[in-house]
């Protein structure tokens, strides 16, 4: 999937977030605490910061200090890859057809590929799929215990990235579902039994996750920044998926998947199935950030769909050449079981290991090979310009504006010799200052006086910027550094 969906390992480091968090857990090991106001910005400088991701930020510290960038993106891919283990046993524990988990894992790979950075929010796939396998066998089997291991690993969910919440949300769509089917099926003792222990056990998780260095102010903080519209309205990963996209075919092609099975299971009567298909595809809908997540939760109803619609196939299908294709599949899956049943597969799981091993040494030594570079794309991110700036003062005298975009990578590559104005952390700044970010970005009238407010006085742009054109014909500003890039300006004494 790395190197067909994407561009290769450049893909995992396309955004510059990765930076800050590498410097904040750096920050953390030194310090031996987490921090509580700010160390990055000038614009911000001591106020209130909720590091929601701080455990997260201490790992990838300590694995760029032993394997650099290469060593990030490595264990990216494996969190990625115990992903997919997750997602394929889901899908085979609920389905019984090894073929179609296959397929379907393969599926629901792809499509997060859309969201595959290497940062923080790549465990929130991996804890839903294990809230959804202990989910699934509670809901299959009826065994209660399993639910006891959720509050322990909501711990540890909510100190890695603040996608906690999702497996409350499941806990309490299991309880409603179960609630409903049970009373379709006039059982309601039983139903409301079972329900309640879901419904105990997200307290429980709700409670576990108060275990974190900012108790329940988490909760608010985290609450508030998702309910905020400005993020939705101007950042790209809250917003829709481009369907003209080449990764969007992956998704649409599950997302018709689950709707269609949404309904199946719909007339079977398994509410739990329903739930989570049409909820979680229309959160997808609303955001590509919850896309990675849909497809984690998508592929157990699909895959148990999918295995009923073959069987319907061998019994209803009078269409001969869709009968050979159904004997075709069930042909492949007699193989897969004998395979799955054989002792001589004892060591085949070697060969994944063996696999990042390789990959591991290609980052080492990738060559000419662009795909196996484990490094921000020079093209994207203002490398030339970074090396310059840190030939500069070494103080804190240069009070520089930037992007957010690149903000995360100027505190990678320059931090703390220099503080930026604004980078991802887009829930601490807050919508007014972001906004007022953007109005120099896009050359609004009254962008010099928001620099002035700020006491700016040098501006790294891409070279096609809006706010780089203005400052060409500004006499108070000077150019100082340019390449293909990126553009340096520094404010000087004179009048325009």
Same mark, same amino acid.
Not at 14 to 21: I, L, M, P, R
């Given at each position: 999937?790395?190197?067909?969906?994407?561009?290769?390992?450049?893909?995992?480091?396309?955004?510059?977030?990765?930076? *800050?968090?590498?410097?904040?857990?750096?920050?953390?090991?030194?310090?031996?605490?987490?921090?509580?106001?700010?160390?990055?910005?000038?614009?911000?400088?001591?106020?209130?910061?909720?590091?929601?991701? *701080?455990?997260?930020?201490?790992?990838?510290?300590?694995?760029?200090?032993?394997?650099?960038?290469?060593?990030?993106?490595?264990?990216?891919?494996?969190?990625?890859?115990?992903?997919?283990?997750?997602?394929?046993?889901?899908?085979?524990?609920?389905?019984?057809?090894?073929?179609?988990?296959?397929?379907?894992?393969?599926?629901?790979?792809?499509?997060?590929?859309?969201?595959?950075?290497?940062?923080?929010?790549?465990?929130?796939?991996?804890?839903?799929?294990?809230?959804?396998?202990?989910?699934?066998?509670?809901?299959?089997?009826?065994?209660? @215990?399993?639910?006891?291991?959720?509050?322990?690993?909501?711990?540890?969910?909510?100190?890695?990235?603040?996608?906690?919440?999702?497996?409350?949300?499941?806990?309490?769509?299991?309880?409603?579902?179960?609630?409903?089917?049970?009373?379709?099926?006039?059982?309601?003792?039983?139903?409301?039994?079972?329900?309640?222990?879901?419904?105990?056990?997200?307290?429980?998780?709700?409670?576990?996750?108060?275990?974190?260095?900012?108790?329940?102010?988490?909760?608010?903080?985290?609450?508030?920044?998702?309910?905020?519209?400005?993020?939705?309205?101007?950042?790209?990963?809250?917003?829709?998926?481009?369907?003209?996209?080449?990764?969007?075919?992956?998704?649409?092609?599950?997302?018709?998947?689950?709707?269609?099975?949404?309904?199946?299971?719909?007339?079977?009567?398994?509410?739990?199935?329903?739930?989570?298909?049409?909820?979680?595809?229309?959160?997808?809908?609303?955001?590509?950030?919850?896309?990675?997540?849909?497809?984690?939760?998508?592929?157990?109803?699909?895959?148990?769909?999918?295995?009923?619609?073959?069987?319907?196939?061998?019994?209803?299908?009078?269409?001969?050449?869709? *009968?050979?294709?159904?004997?075709?599949?069930?042909?492949?899956?007699?193989?897969?079981?004998?395979?799955?049943?054989?002792?001589?597969?004892?060591? *085949?799981?070697?060969?994944?290991?063996?696999?990042?091993?390789?990959?591991?040494?290609?980052?080492?030594?990738?060559?000419?090979?662009?795909?196996?570079?484990?490094?921000?794309?020079?093209?994207?991110?203002?490398?030339?310009?970074?090396?310059?700036?840190?030939? @500069?003062?070494?103080?804190?005298?240069?009070?520089?504006?930037?992007?957010?975009?690149?903000?995360?990578?100027?505190?990678?590559?320059?931090?703390?010799?220099?503080?930026?104005?604004?980078?991802?952390?887009?829930?601490?700044?807050?919508?007014?200052?972001?906004?007022?970010?953007?109005?120099?970005?896009?050359?609004?009238?009254?962008?010099?006086?928001?620099?002035?407010?700020?006491?700016?006085?040098?501006?790294?742009?891409?070279?096609?910027?809006?706010?780089?054109?203005?400052?060409?014909?500004?006499?108070?500003?000077?150019?100082?550094?340019?390449?293909?890039?990126?553009?340096?300006?520094?404010?000087?004494?004179?009048?325009?």
């Amino acid at each position: 999937m790395l190197f067909w969906c994407t561009t290769g390992v450049g893909w995992l480091l396309a955004d510059s977030d990765t930076g *800050w968090h590498i410097r904040t857990g750096e920050w953390i090991l030194t310090n031996g605490h987490v921090p509580a106001t700010d160390i990055f910005s000038f614009t911000k400088t001591g106020m209130p910061w909720f590091a929601w991701e *701080w455990l997260s930020d201490v790992f990838m510290a300590g694995i760029h200090y032993v394997a650099g960038l290469g060593g990030l993106v490595l264990a990216s891919l494996v969190l990625l890859g115990l992903t997919s283990v997750w997602v394929y046993k889901n899908a085979v524990a609920e389905s019984g057809h090894r073929l179609i988990a296959m397929v379907l894992t393969s599926l629901a790979m792809a499509a997060s590929t859309i969201h595959w950075l290497a940062r923080p929010h790549l465990v929130t796939p991996l804890m839903t799929a294990a809230f959804l396998w202990v989910l699934g066998r509670v809901h299959r089997d009826g065994a209660l @215990q399993p639910l006891l291991v959720l509050p322990p690993l909501t711990i540890l969910w909510v100190n890695l990235h603040g996608g906690f919440f999702v497996g409350i949300v499941l806990l309490i769509t299991f309880a409603l579902g179960t609630l409903g089917e049970e009373l379709i099926r006039s059982g309601m003792h039983r139903g409301s039994s079972r329900a309640r222990k879901y419904l105990v056990t997200a307290g429980a998780c709700a409670v576990a996750s108060l275990v974190n260095p900012y108790g329940y102010r988490l909760h608010i903080h985290v609450l508030q920044y998702l309910t905020t519209s400005f993020y939705v309205q101007r950042i790209s990963e809250f917003q829709s998926i481009d369907f003209h996209s080449f990764n969007a075919a992956y998704f649409e092609t599950l997302l018709v998947l689950s709707i269609a099975a949404a309904f199946w299971h719909l007339g079977s009567g398994r509410l739990v199935h329903v739930m989570l298909l049409l909820s979680w595809s229309h959160l997808a809908l609303f955001s590509v950030r919850n896309i990675p997540i849909f497809a984690v939760i998508a592929v157990p109803g699909v895959a148990l769909a999918l295995r009923e619609w073959l069987a319907h196939v061998r019994l209803q299908c009078s269409l001969r050449w869709l *009968w050979k294709l159904r004997s075709n599949l069930a042909e492949l899956e007699a193989g897969l079981q004998v395979i799955a049943s054989s002792h001589k597969r004892d060591r *085949w799981h070697l060969v994944p290991c063996l696999t990042l091993l390789v990959l591991a040494v290609l980052f080492i030594h990738p060559g000419r090979v662009k795909a196996l570079r484990a490094e921000f794309d020079r093209n994207r991110f203002p490398a030339d310009a970074a090396t310059f700036l840190s030939g @500069q003062q070494t103080d804190h005298s240069i009070r520089l504006y930037s992007s957010w975009q690149w903000g995360g990578y100027l505190i990678y590559r320059l931090w703390p010799s220099l503080r930026v104005f604004d980078d991802g952390r887009t829930d601490f700044y807050g919508p007014a200052f972001v906004e007022e970010g953007l109005q120099v970005w896009d050359a609004c009238p009254d962008w010099a006086s928001i620099l002035a407010r700020y006491r700016v006085n040098a501006a790294l742009l891409p070279v096609d910027s809006a706010v780089a054109t203005v400052l060409h014909e500004r006499r108070d500003w000077e150019l100082v550094y340019k390449d293909r890039v990126a553009v340096l300006f520094e404010k000087t004494d004179n009048g325009k």
